[in-house]
């Protein structure tokens, strides 16, 4: 039986690995910032603050809250998204720790 490649890594390396792909677009970057200081919006409100198309700002939060980032919930007819501030905690200590700083 072959070894994956991803197993020679440890749970951590993954983990981080995966997070740090999730915030590796600059629309990613840009809609985190927008949540940032609003706390929370709709996408059809993000969509209006960024150049992208709804289905473009869709796909990039699907994969922020794949990854944890960010939390969808109902507002009225909408979703609304916020970040998950302690997630964004926990990489950026586990990122530190690996660069043994």
């Known amino acids: 039986m072959t070894t994956a490649k991803i197993d020679l890594f440890t749970d951590k390396q993954v983990e981080l690995s995966r997070f740090a792909r999730s915030l590796s677009h600059p629309a990613r970057i840009a809609i985190v910032g927008l949540l940032q200081e609003s706390e929370k919006m709709s996408c059809s409100e993000i969509v209006e603050a960024l150049p992208l198309a709804q289905a473009t700002v869709s796909q990039h939060l699907k994969a922020l809250r794949e ?35």
């Open 67 to 101: 990854s944890g980032l960010v939390s969808g919930e109902s507002c009225g007819t909408q979703v609304c998204y916020s970040l998950v501030p302690d997630q964004i905690r926990d990489f950026c200590s586990e990122f530190r720790k690996m660069l043994g700083q």
